[in-house]
């Protein structure tokens, strides 16, 4: 009787919901479409559980290791033809508000008075010099970021790039309490959402630009954060993608303790896939995140082929799981269902793996980040931030700033410089601390200002293996 209950409520709730969404005249029909698909899935309680006997580890064919790569060709005429196939996809939905901004994050400045998105024209800019290659870039925005990023590309109207925008989905949150949407309750942006960026690929349909570039010959597209500075063009990889016919290619990386929770890839019954933390029932969880059993993570830089991303689309074949996600708005809690780029991974023929050096993944999520990019620790040259050949360990220092740095503001107030971190292992700073110029960490450095205290770091101090908690100390 329950399940005869439940399968009524089911079909309500989307009576309903159907209902409300035919009066929304803010989105696409489909938009409206593929929200209604989106919580009938979820509905339906079809996410497969994962049999955790039938995980198996990758094999090299799978997860390509980067260094068994052929090498590209020599010849620049060869080099251009390849590149020609190419456009990159940069994912442009995020606002900078955890790190005290306003606007989209890809304008936040990153080293040299060089933003995010400045630092990517550059790149793509300096490839298409070289190689006389005309690589688009594309940037997908949600409804969050649209207008910013619209005024902000008209500065690059001179460069020797071409840049499209488009839209990602716009769809209404759910009230958790009586399953209605609250957009019909609630006027402006809060009762909206992006669902993830697994919706990259029916956005990049909807809006044209998939045909368009079809229509352009273009072949694959390199999709990656707009936040992760080492997410470049990789010849070496899109040679290897065309030459096996490879319709998705994930990049993932080494396991450090600090990705624990990345997702990472497995073959599962034939295909391979990706399994994120969410996935993985409790008692696996530890399992999960050892770095024994499941040693590499997605860094979300992904290589996909454009007519089978059409192909998918249009047969409605991305089922990807879905990630519930609860927020609160102004006291009510709702729910937003999101999709992961990732998770596509085993629709797709040939699907590869490849497991490529860290330094294809440098995001920038924290200020912490910041410090590290904006460091001797890495140079810039061309656009591209390339990591300083005196440091010996092959990993970064692990940095935690306490909350008077969360906001890039504060941060940069609160270091006259930044100080030099080549030999640093560690940095934890807590309360208020001000770094004056030209000072060198070294080893493992904790800094604490008791509770109501102004710390200041001098000019030129070197601390090298210390426990600072007051001037004393220095």
Not at 101 to 114: A, D, L, M, Q, Y
Not at 185 to 203: L, M
Not at 461 to 471: F, H, T
């Amino acid at each position: 009787m329950a399940t005869a209950a439940t399968l009524v409520s089911v079909d309500d709730k989307l009576d309903q919901l159907r209902a409300e969404v035919a009066k929304l005249d803010q989105i696409s029909e489909n938009e409206k479409s593929g929200f209604i698909s989106l919580v009938s899935r979820y509905l339906s309680g079809e996410a497969e559980q994962i049999e955790w006997s039938k995980i198996q580890t990758p094999t090299d064919e799978v997860v390509v290791p980067y260094d068994t790569l052929a090498s590209p060709p020599e010849d620049l005429e060869e080099t251009k033809k390849l590149l020609d196939k190419l456009v990159v996809l940069k994912l442009n939905g995020g606002l900078g508000t955890t790190m005290g901004c306003t606007g989209p994050k890809s304008v936040i400045e990153v080293r040299n008075g060089f933003t995010f998105l400045d630092l990517i024209v550059i790149q793509i800019e300096s490839l298409n010099k070289k190689y006389g290659c005309s690589v688009p870039l594309l940037l997908m925005n949600s409804f969050n970021t649209h207008d910013d990023t619209q005024k902000i590309v008209e500065k690059y109207a001179n460069s020797n790039i071409e840049i499209h925008t488009f839209n990602q989905s716009q769809y209404p949150r759910i009230d958790t309490e009586d399953f209605s949407l609250l957009p019909i309750k609630k006027s402006g942006k809060d009762g909206w959402y992006p669902p993830g960026h697994g919706d990259v690929f029916p956005s990049l349909n909807n809006s044209g630009k998939l045909d368009l570039l079809l229509a352009q010959g273009k072949e694959y597209v390199f999709v990656a954060n707009s936040d992760n500075l080492g997410a470049i063009v990789d010849i070496k990889i899109l040679n290897h993608l065309i030459n096996n016919q490879n319709e998705y290619c994930m990049e993932v990386t080494p396991k450090t303790l600090a990705d624990v929770k990345g997702g990472t890839l497995i073959s599962y019954e034939g295909r391979v896939q990706l399994l994120e933390i969410a996935q993985v029932p409790d008692e696996h969880v530890n399992e999960f995140k050892s770095i024994e059993k499941f040693k590499i993570f997605n860094t979300n830089n992904l290589w996909v082929n454009l007519k089978a991303i059409k192909r998918l689309v249009e047969a409605d074949a991305l089922k990807m799981e879905i990630i519930p996600n609860p927020k609160e708005v102004d006291g009510v809690k709702v729910l937003q269902l999101e999709t992961a780029a990732g998770a596509a991974i085993r629709f797709f023929d040939k699907a590869i793996g490849i497991n490529v050096p860290r330094s294809r993944f440098l995001p920038v999520k924290a200020t912490s980040d910041l410090l590290l990019v904006q460091s001797d620790l890495y140079t810039l040259v061309d656009g591209f931030v390339t990591r300083n050949p005196a440091r010996a360990n092959p990993a970064n220092p692990s940095i935690e700033l306490g909350p008077e740095f969360k906001k890039v503001a504060n941060f940069l107030a609160r270091f006259k410089s930044i100080p030099s971190i080549v030999d640093l292992d560690s940095l934890k700073v807590s309360g208020d601390v001000w770094f004056g110029s030209g000072i060198t960490l070294k080893g493992k450095v904790t800094i604490t200002a008791k509770p109501g205290v102004k710390l200041e770091i001098p000019d030129g101090a070197v601390l090298e293996n210390k426990d600072v908690r007051g001037p004393q100390d220095l």
